[in-house]
């Protein structure tokens, strides 16, 4: 019995659920993109292809080993330059060539259409979202959860991450479905005020805050307004 469970589904879309991650499938049974790979430690190759009827392209939102994990099972993999080194450190994949930095900007992938990736800097240096316009859907990672956003990692930047939920918010008129890392099923846009003001009360030092842990052992403050949350070191 497979480890994936399959959370939500649309005409060639898929929410996959790996544990508590979750990924992307999008495919017209000719061609397949896969947004982010899980923890990797199943056979998400089989399951994935299974669905689309061919291997999927994967995009990666960003490198965190739970989004991640799962990229060396494929053969055709992008991501944010500037998370490269943390996704492949020991350069096996880019030797052979399967993982390339991914070009921002509007993108045909092959006969899926039009999708747009976009960096959005801050929970990782080279986070990214994957905007595709036709059927208005928005994927961002990490940006948006119920449960705290980790901005206590190595290579977190508040200040770049509220830029790139001002990028997100901006866009808006462009989508009207919110696709997130942590969450089954879409999340409702006003979840990105709630995170812009969250982030300015940071910044100004209003924030209620209290102590927290990250990974269940590792000493941090949770700030939080109305429903978000985010985790920063002391």
């Known amino acids: ?24 499938l999008l495919s017209n049974g000719i061609d397949a993109l896969l947004v982010d790979t899980g923890f ?9 292809t299974s669905l689309a009827g061919c291997e999927p392209k994967v995009i990666l ?3 965190h080993g739970d989004h991640c994990g799962g990229a060396r099972q494929f053969t055709e993999i992008m991501a944010g330059a500037k998370d490269l080194d943390a996704i492949d450190p020991e ?21 899926l259409g039009q999708i747009e990736i976009l960096p959005l800097p801050g929970h990782t240096p080279g986070s990214l979202g994957i905007l595709d316009r036709e059927h208005r859907r928005f994927f961002i990672g990490d940006y948006l959860s119920y449960t705290p956003v980790y901005m206590c990692l190595a290579g977190a930047d508040l200040k ?51 102590d927290a842990l990250y990974f269940d052992q590792f000493p941090c403050k949770r700030y939080f307004f109305k429903k978000a949350s985010i985790l920063l070191l002391d």
Request: net charge negative; aromatic share 12%.
């Open 61 to 63: 939102t960003h490198a």
């Open 160 to 210: 770049q991450y509220e830029k790139s939920l001002k990028k997100i918010q901006s866009l808006s008129e462009d989508y009207d479905e919110l696709y997130t890392g942590h969450e089954a099923g879409p999340v409702p846009k006003a979840l990105l005020s709630d995170y812009l003001e969250l982030c300015k009360r940071c910044f100004n030092q209003t924030a209620e805050w209290e």
């Open 40 to 48: 990797g430690d199943h056979d998400l190759w089989t399951f994935v």
């Open 91 to 111: 350069n096996i994949l880019r030797r052979k060539n399967l993982l390339k930095p991914a070009k921002v900007g509007c993108q045909t992938v092959n006969t």
């Open 1 to 24: 019995m497979s480890k994936y469970r399959i959370t939500a589904q649309g005409d060639g879309f898929w929410q996959i659920c790996d544990d508590f991650v979750y990924m992307y």
